[in-house]
Each structure stands twice: as structure tokens, then as C-alpha cells.
Nanobody
Framework: QVMLVESGGGTVQPGGSLRLSCVAS????????MAWFRQAPGKEREYVSVIGRGGGRITNMSMKGRFTISRDNNKNIVWLQMIGLEPEDTALYYCAAGTRRETTVNPDDYTYWGKGTLVTVSS
């Protein structure tokens, strides 16, 4: 069992920055892929960025250049640095952990999910 707790969400103005954190506990040694997904009101969940235990990353093209994922395997933490935030980035951001694949954008490959942290971009 793995538990994930996100933090770092909040309200920022357009153009602002935030850094989200996700701490994994429990059987975190089994985690291979970690990811951030988001879901905006009235929209489907979408992947934001994924990072494998070896450091390989996949970032959604619509966010590339603005969002950067990183990970500390020893501390079992994954971060999402977000810059140049836009109102369209407003969403509930979820941390997810999988134990079967190194990097995957398929939400079905993620067994463990946090409860989410809300990011609101508004002037």
C-alpha cells in the first residue's frame, strides 16, 4: 500500500508560479512511475507530466516549457514546478504512483492516487 499526499496548491494571478509537492509513504520502494494529472471543472482528467524512477520524463505538449516534473527517490517526493500559469490551468491536480511501468501516461497504470490539491489561476 502506498499513500500519497499533495500540497502546494493555491490561488495565483495569470503569469504566476507554483510548486506542487507529493510525498509518498508506505511501500514507496515499489513505485516505478509517478505522475501529475489534473481535472478542470467540466472536463476530463488529463495527464500533466510523468517521471520514472530512472528520471525519464514525459510532459503533456500543451504544458511543455511551463511545467517541470522532478523526483527524489530517496525522499519519496515528486514535485511539479509550474510557471507562466494561465486561467486554463485552473484544476484539481492529482499525484499518482504506479508500480508496473517505468513511465506511462495511461491513468489505468496508476494504482495509487492522492486526494488532489487545487490550483486556481485568476486575476
Amino acid at each position: 500500500q502506498v499513500m500519497l499526499v499533495e500540497s502546494g496548491g493555491g490561488t495565483v494571478q495569470p503569469g504566476g508560479s507554483l510548486r506542487l509537492s507529493c510525498v509518498a509513504s508506505g511501500r514507496s520502494d515499489t513505485i516505478t512511475s509517478m505522475a501529475w494529472f489534473r481535472q478542470a471543472p467540466g472536463k476530463e482528467r488529463e495527464y500533466v507530466s510523468v517521471i520514472g524512477r530512472g528520471g525519464g520524463r514525459i510532459t503533456n505538449m500543451s504544458m511543455k516549457g511551463r511545467f517541470t516534473i522532478s523526483r527524489d527517490n530517496n525522499k519519496n517526493i515528486v514535485w511539479l514546478q509550474m510557471i507562466g500559469l494561465e486561467p486554463e490551468d485552473t484544476a484539481l491536480y492529482y499525484c499518482a504512483a504506479g508500480t508496473r511501468r517505468e513511465t506511462t501516461v495511461n491513468p489505468d497504470d496508476y494504482t495509487y492516487w492522492g486526494k488532489g490539491t487545487l490550483v486556481t489561476v485568476s486575476s
